[in-house]
């Protein structure tokens, strides 16, 4: 897979989030200072940043859709998608449609019916689509799942 094709595929993943918040948030907030780096974009103008925005931002709108459902490299990449993080204090489980709010500011909501209960205090969880497509929230230390789905 090309350098661009991957960096679309992950800048798509990462748009969706933010777009569902309202706002686009541009190609700079979707990376970390690393990747913003590493890609060569911290030498764009200011002029060329929104340039770029405004590009990335019709991209998602229009061909990016269609490339997720007919493109073997962009499935790929995204069903190697996953979130690595810890559920905010209070947690003791879940229950019907419970919220599991991240420690790295993303919100999950369980999407299929089921209850565990859990009150020990490691919350690390590991989040990513299974064979189906459909994500995935796995207790680390118990190896626990539950069906999700992102909601910011």
């Known amino acids: 897979m090309t ?3 991957v960096l679309a595929a992950a800048l798509f993943a990462l748009a969706l989030p933010a777009l ?3 706002e686009f948030p541009g190609v700079k907030a979707l990376m970390d200072e690393e990747q913003f780096k590493s890609t060569g974009l911290g030498k764009l103008s200011a002029e060329e940043l929104e340039a770029l925005d405004a590009w990335l931002l019709l991209y998602t709108a229009g061909e990016a859709a269609e490339l997720r459902r007919t493109n073997e490299e962009v499935k790929e990449v995204e069903m ?3 979130v690595v993080a810890r559920i905010k204090e209070p947690f003791d489980g879940w229950e019907g449609s419970t919220q599991f709010f991240l420690d790295n500011g993303q919100v999950w909501k369980q999407r299929l019916p089921g ?5 020990k205090d490691n919350n690390e969880v590991l989040i990513k689509k299974n064979f189906m ?6 207790l680390k230390e118990t190896g626990k799942a539950i069906g999700v789905t992102r909601v910011r």
Do not use: H, L, S, W
């Open 80 to 82: 190697q998608y996953e």
């Open 20 to 22: 569902a918040d309202g």
């Open 3 to 5: 350098f661009p094709r």
């Open 115 to 119: 209850r565990y209960r859990y009150p």
């Open 133 to 138: 497509g459909y994500y995935v929230m796995t």
